[in-house]
């Protein structure tokens, strides 16, 4: 039995020598079959030992880059990348690194003619079976025209933006020095969103004749060029039908005749139309689907509501706006808003409301009472924005704001 033994060692050993020769070969087939794998395709790859350093990229990195093997190892390879996005890229992998977790980032790269295209880089962590970090794996993917195409798109919105700017400020004409029987003052504030400063909420105040002025509030749907657009078509053809018309409604029909038949709106628009006589102190109005208007009578803490009466403007053909209208006192204050003032709160559930607006209108100090209506206009819009801004902090997203406030002389 002893002299049997060493033959089995040696058996033993032979087999061993051999298996490792399979293994050996194996992996040496697979890491083949992955090199000619990652040379086929158009991305660059890499790999990376545990602390970062890349020890592998396939060949279009080196037919991108012009650089050698011994240029690209370690950490040579930073030396391609762009100087302006080099210390962000580096930390933000060495980050990634250190935390064992996938990276991702945007930089230039440098091409072998000197071009820098833009990359998105990419990389995960390969660990074994008992959680060990051994590896590195990521790509580089060419994101040069996905990123002219974002140049060119910020390019045309900045445009269209200063072009609605423009457009929105010839429309919000400055208030008349001087109005029959009224004190008039306005607040306008676009929501806070990527096209901040160009909404589709506006106002418009002016004399029909010498005792008769036009009091307006809109808001079209939308935001930017578009929207400014559709509120130049509103506002100058409402113009045009309060003067060519005998009343407000049928001024007010006439308009949404022609949004309708013609399909001159891009949604919809809602509208507060107001003619104030100073001889007679009667206001006529006609409301299209606007928050209510609310009257705050002098010397109370009173306030009426003015519905709405009609719907929605420039959606159908042939709807009938009907034309109310109020007795105003000296001293009475209407409030005439967009949704933008009622719809802020905490929540969607907990809105300031119509409610909440009532009662920062009727919050009237005792000063007030012996001020000038210019001065009590001025109060009045200051503690109604003051009010909407305090229910808007850290609540839901605002719309647009549009205040008018008028006082009866």
């Not at 049997?4 to 050996?24: E, T, Y």
């Not at 990389?123 to 970090?133: Q, R």
Request: one cysteine or more; hydrophobic letters at 40%.
């Amino acid at each position: 039995m002893q002299t049997k033994q060493p033959k089995k060692v040696a058996a033993s050993a032979a087999a061993k020598s051999f298996s490792l020769r399979i293994n050996a070969a194996r992996l040496r087939e697979s890491e083949l079959r992955f090199r000619q794998m990652a040379n086929t395709v158009p991305n660059i790859l890499w790999t990376a030992r545990p602390d970062g350093s890349r020890d592998y990229y396939n060949q279009r990195w080196y037919d991108y880059t012009g650089l050698t093997v011994d240029q690209t190892q370690e950490w040579g390879w930073l030396s391609v990348v762009h100087p302006d996005e080099a210390p962000n890229m580096a930390a933000s992998y060495r980050s990634a690194i250190e935390q064992g977790i996938e990276y991702a980032d945007e930089f230039r790269l440098r091409r072998s003619d000197g071009e820098y295209r833009w990359h998105m880089a990419r990389g995960a962590p390969i660990k074994d079976d008992k959680g060990k970090l051994i590896r590195w794996v990521g790509a580089c993917s060419d994101i040069t025209a996905h990123k002219e195409a974002e140049q060119l798109q910020a390019a045309l919105f900045q445009r269209e933006h200063t072009i609605a700017l423009q457009l929105q400020d010839a429309l919000q004409r400055p208030l008349p020095s001087v109005t029959a029987g009224i004190a008039v003052r306005v607040h306008y504030e676009a929501a806070l969103t990527e096209e901040a400063g160009v909404g589709g909420d506006f106002y418009d105040v002016f004399a029909l004749d010498k005792t008769c002025t036009a009091l307006v509030l809109g808001d079209v749907s939308g935001k930017g060029l578009k929207a400014a657009a559709q509120v130049a078509t509103v506002r100058n053809m409402l113009r045009a039908f309060l003067y060519s018309c005998s009343t407000v409604s049928d001024a007010v029909n006439a308009l949404n005749h022609a949004l309708a038949e013609n399909n001159l709106m891009e949604g919809f628009a809602t509208l507060f139309v107001g003619a104030y006589d100073s001889a007679s102190k009667i206001l006529k109005y006609v409301n299209c689907g606007q928050e209510p208007t609310l009257l705050l009578r002098a010397g109370t803490t009173r306030v009426e509501q003015l519905p709405p009466t009609g719907p929605i403007l420039g959606c159908l053909d042939g709807e009938r706006y009907l034309e109310m209208s109020v007795t105003l006192g000296r001293g009475d204050t209407l409030a005439i808003f967009s949704d933008g003032v009622t719809e802020v709160g905490p929540s969607r559930l907990h809105m300031l409301g119509i409610e909440g607006v009532s009662a920062l209108l009727s919050n009237t100090s005792l000063e007030e009472v012996n001020w000038d209506v210019e001065r009590r206009a001025e109060a009045v819009v200051q503690r109604v924005i003051a009010g909407v801004n305090a229910a808007a902090l850290n609540g839901v997203t605002r719309d647009d704001v549009c205040l008018l406030v008028a006082i009866a002389t």
